[in-house]
Structure formats: C-alpha cells, structure tokens
C-alpha cells in the first residue's frame, strides 16, 4: 500500500534534485560538496620510526598519543605488525603536522 508523500517532502525532493542536475551541467549552485580521502597508504616501520622521533616521544608515550598499546608501536616499528586503517590515518596526519598530536 503506497504512502502520501507531503507536499513539502515532495517540493524538497525535487529541488534538490534540480540543484544536483545543475551542478553536473556546470552551473553554479549553491551545494556543499566533501571529497572523502581515499584509504590510508601503509606507512614502512622506519616512516613510523621517524614520525615518532620528530615528536622526541618514547614508545610508550606514542602509543599513549595514538591511543594504542606500546607492543603496538614496537610491533610496527619492527616491522612485525601493520598498522590498522584507524592508526594510519592518525599516522598520515600527524606525519603532516607533528603537533597535532600535542595539542589538548
């Protein structure tokens, strides 16, 4: 059994969907528009390494930013563990800026 569907519904629908067909046309529109990244890229374990010494942090008080274990952080710098999608993304971000991680 179908549903009444609210003018007001139906109005929004269909002007979002004029607004979507404009800007694939090219015309200006006022939508907002995120690009969500891609998956992290896999760091090597000397990348973690240096990462961490930029920060002049130990181990442990990188796993503790990172909201890891301190096994986790050795693992990866010996290259005996990877790295999860969550972790790599911090990692890619504080690759950029060191002091994101300091800050409170």
Same mark, same amino acid.
């Given at each position: %059994? *179908? !549903?009444?569907? $609210? =003018?007001?519904? @139906?109005? +929004?629908?269909? /002007?979002?969907?004029?607004?979507?067909?404009? @800007? #694939?046309? +090219?015309?200006?529109?006022?939508?907002?528009?995120? /690009?969500?990244? =891609?998956?992290?890229?896999? %760091?090597?374990?000397? #990348?973690? !390494?240096?990462?961490? /010494?930029?920060?002049?942090?130990?181990?442990?008080?990188?796993?503790?930013?990172?909201?890891? $274990?301190?096994?986790?952080?050795? $693992?990866? #710098?010996? =290259? &005996?563990?990877?790295?999860? !999608? &969550?972790?790599?993304?911090?990692? *890619?971000?504080?690759? /950029?800026?060191?002091?994101?991680?300091?800050? =409170?």
């Amino acid at each position: %059994m *179908a !549903r009444k569907v $609210s =003018g007001r519904l @139906y109005k +929004g629908l269909r /002007e979002a969907l004029a607004d979507a067909n404009g @800007y #694939e046309r +090219g015309r200006r529109v006022d939508l907002r528009v995120t /690009e969500i990244p =891609g998956p992290p890229q896999q %760091m090597k374990p000397d #990348e973690i !390494r240096r990462i961490r /010494e930029r920060l002049h942090a130990s181990q442990a008080k990188f796993a503790q930013f990172l909201c890891v $274990s301190p096994k986790a952080v050795q $693992s990866w #710098e010996q =290259g &005996t563990r990877r790295p999860q !999608r &969550t972790a790599l993304r911090l990692l *890619a971000l504080v690759k /950029e800026n060191p002091r994101v991680l300091l800050r =409170g």
